[in-house]
């Protein structure tokens, strides 16, 4: 077999492009040189790279990062010009059981959402009558067989393997089983594979009946090349293909041929397929194909959420969340909903960049994005999440301005303009704002308080308990008002009425475990059915604008939050009747939630202080001790020296070595910074 030691020629990337991007070296990576000037014939200056989603689901955030790898950081990388980047958008349609039309619109939609232009889009599927034909020639040359193994004994055939491997490399006798190495299938020949081919593609056999397998190399230290799957039979209606197939080729198979049909320059994956990277060049070497370059970087780990489709697909069917765009879902639709904008992701996924390190990316960096891309350019707004009816008594006397009040859009952009605000003689507060105990740490409204009120210029005191949804106050706009410590918002009489979602981590844990299920957040989603909202939103607000494969108008409420109009608001603005609905997007600053440890933890946390008060109270015993005194006083010195100099700088150790100058100078640089901290500590008391 070949040797993965063989160093790749230097002239790879084959287009002639930056050497970048580079993983690990095999020699099946290498082509010819007439392979590399066909390929330079075809693609002259161009640099290609590809998006091949499955679509066996909805795109989720790491699919987002790959998109802005594929079609922006990986040419950046490059410093390829931009004149000669492209990149094809395929769909890896090869398993028709899991796929369907839904996922294969969503992954376009949200593509184009996202902001970038395919050279082309493209599908495996369009490939499978090539596919088929490639799979008779490995078969012709001896390097593909039919096998009528079951899941059981593949299984048992790849551990004999793997076993076997392992024997090798200790010195030991090798375990052997010829039902299983090399089987009853694997020396079959041509002939007779091909007649069965040709049959399974005719619908000959029962599904699981046989498959198609790559004769590779049992002997190989690495386990995918135990002979991968090429083929299977599945009589299952392909959403792109229709029903001309009952057998479909494998992703293993498929994906380096499209690569190289399509002239991929840099195939670029996760860290998760490095070990795919011998059967995927050892497929293109038994073709004698082109073999672009294949990069694995590291998939996008975010805290508190799962990436995994399959985990995904069972919060969906579980009803677990509202479906594939739930606002709480990684789902790039899901994104989409809760207000999350393409300008946040590709800055987020900029940020991470292309790097091979696996990390966990804390989901706060992406609520900071968000905060800072959100902040000036969302119109403000004031709500109550759950309202609390504000009577004014002296209505008349309050020195409301009839005219309104005049508030900016957005207060660092006066080009965004501004709207109007009217205070009524009835209107609303939060319920957050009101508490019928007063304490010095509480800056709301209380019973006989006088708390300020946003935009009005004066007070608002609470006279009168009616109930707890209904006070009775007055308004104080006088010279001599006492200065208030806050502004409530609020929302006047003629506010329209919303519900609210207030959404948070998906999972309690931040890294989920295998009991992800039970980790689920309970507090994920709260919804504020019965909130409220100042009427100057209504325009922005009609559900005629509003779709679902856009991005909706987005809003600042004050105190609250960043949010958006959600897809299912059914509300007209010209007759202020239908349901109004808003998602938030994130808070206005982290949140942060007290913790719940176990005792183990708390132990450490326990230690963890008294160990920073034992430090600080060895610093202040330190800090007693004079500068010429210390070396001979301080603990981590006193007993190793016996003579010291009159500045207090040691000359001889315990045993009357005599120190060098170089020690000594050290031990100088020790006293100068004792002297300074010494120093500060003393002033610092005075």
């Not at 090399?182 to 079959?188: C, F, K, L, S, V």
């Not at 860290?271 to 293109?284: A, D, G, S, T, V």
């Not at 968000?370 to 000036?376: C, D, E």
């Not at 301080?634 to 001889?652: A, S, W």
């Amino acid at each position: 077999m070949l040797s993965e030691n063989t160093t790749i020629p230097s002239e790879a990337p084959p287009s002639g492009g930056v050497v970048a991007l580079q993983g690990r070296e095999l020699e099946w990576a290498t082509n010819t040189p007439e392979i590399i000037e066909a390929h330079k014939q075809f693609n002259g200056s161009i640099i290609r790279t590809r998006f091949p989603p499955e679509p066996n689901g909805y795109l989720h955030i790491g699919h987002a990062k790959s998109i802005n790898t594929n079609f922006n950081l990986a040419f950046e990388k490059l410093k390829v010009p931009t004149a000669d980047r492209r990149t094809v958008f395929r769909y890896d349609d090869t398993n028709p059981d899991a796929e369907s039309t839904e996922y294969i619109d969503s992954i376009a939609n949200d593509l184009k959402w996202l902001g970038w232009t395919p050279e082309r889009t493209t599908y495996s599927s369009n490939n499978f009558d090539q596919l088929f034909q490639y799979c008779v020639t490995l078969m012709e040359k001896g390097l593909a067989y039919c096998c009528d193994f079951k899941k059981e004994q593949v299984k048992a055939q790849r551990d004999l393997a793997n076993a076997r491997v392992t024997a090798k490399a200790a010195g030991n006798d090798l375990p052997s089983d010829e039902s299983l190495i090399p089987g009853p299938n694997r020396n079959t020949s041509s002939t007779r594979n091909l007649e069965i081919f040709h049959n399974m593609a005719a619908g000959v056999y029962d599904e699981g009946s046989w498959t198609v397998r790559l004769k590779m190399d049992l002997t190989h230290p690495n386990p995918n090349m135990y002979d991968l799957v090429a083929y299977r039979i599945k009589y299952t209606h392909h959403p792109h293909a229709g029903d001309k197939w009952c057998i479909y080729p494998s992703y293993d198979f498929t994906h380096g041929i499209c690569d190289s049909l399509e002239n991929i320059d840099y195939s670029i994956c996760t860290l998760e397929f490095e070990n795919r990277r011998e059967p995927y060049y050892w497929i293109l070497w038994a073709l004698d194909l082109y073999k672009p370059n294949v990069f694995e970087m590291s998939r996008l780990n975010l805290c508190y959420t799962v990436l995994s489709k399959r985990r995904l697909l069972k919060l969906v069917t579980s009803n677990k969340v509202r479906g594939w765009n739930d606002p709480r879902m990684p789902t790039i639709s899901g994104l989409r909903r809760r207000g999350y904008t393409a300008k946040i992701l590709k800055s987020f996924c900029d940020d991470l960049g292309i790097t091979r390190n696996e990390n966990y990316v804390e989901v706060e960096k992406l609520n900071q994005t968000t905060r800072l891309a959100l902040a000036p350019l969302t119109r403000r707004a004031m709500v109550c999440l759950s309202p609390i009816k504000i009577e004014i008594l002296n209505w008349e006397e309050g020195g409301v301005d009839p005219n309104g009040y005049v508030v900016q859009n957005a207060p660092t952009d006066e080009t965004l303009g501004s709207h109007t605000v009217k205070l009524t003689p009835t209107f609303y507060i939060d319920t957050s704002d009101f508490r019928m105990k007063d304490d010095k740490t509480y800056y709301g409204l209380a019973p006989n308080k006088a708390v300020g009120l946003k935009y009005y210029g004066g007070n608002l005191i609470c006279e009168k308990v009616v109930s707890p949804t209904h006070l009775q106050c007055r308004l104080d706009n006088t010279p001599s008002r006492p200065k208030p410590k806050s502004f409530l918002t609020w929302v006047p009489s003629n506010g329209i009425a919303c519900e609210i979602r207030l959404y948070n981590n998906l999972f309690s844990v931040k890294m989920p475990t295998d009991s992800w299920e039970d980790e689920l957040n309970p507090q994920s989603e709260i919804v504020y059915p019965n909130a409220m909202i100042d009427p100057s939103v209504a325009e922005l607000c009609d559900a005629a604008t509003i779709g679902e494969w856009k991005s909706n108008a987005a809003f600042q409420f004050e105190r609250f939050g960043y949010f958006v109009v959600d897809i299912h608001t059914q509300f007209s603005s010209k007759t202020n009747t239908g349901k109004l609905i808003f998602n938030r997007t994130v808070s206005l600053k982290e949140e942060t939630a007290k913790k719940q440890v176990s005792n183990e933890e708390q132990a450490v946390l326990d230690k963890r202080k008294a160990d920073q008060r034992a430090a600080t109270k060895l610093k202040e015993e330190r800090m007693k001790i004079a500068p010429s005194d210390y070396f001979k006083v301080d603990d981590e010195y006193k007993g190793k020296y016996q003579n010291f100099g009159e500045d207090g700088i040691p000359t001889h150790l315990m045993d009357g070595t005599e120190l060098t100058k170089s020690a000594m100078k050290t031990l100088k640089k020790l006293q100068a910074k004792h002297t300074k901290a010494y120093n500060a500590f003393h002033k610092a008391k005075k």
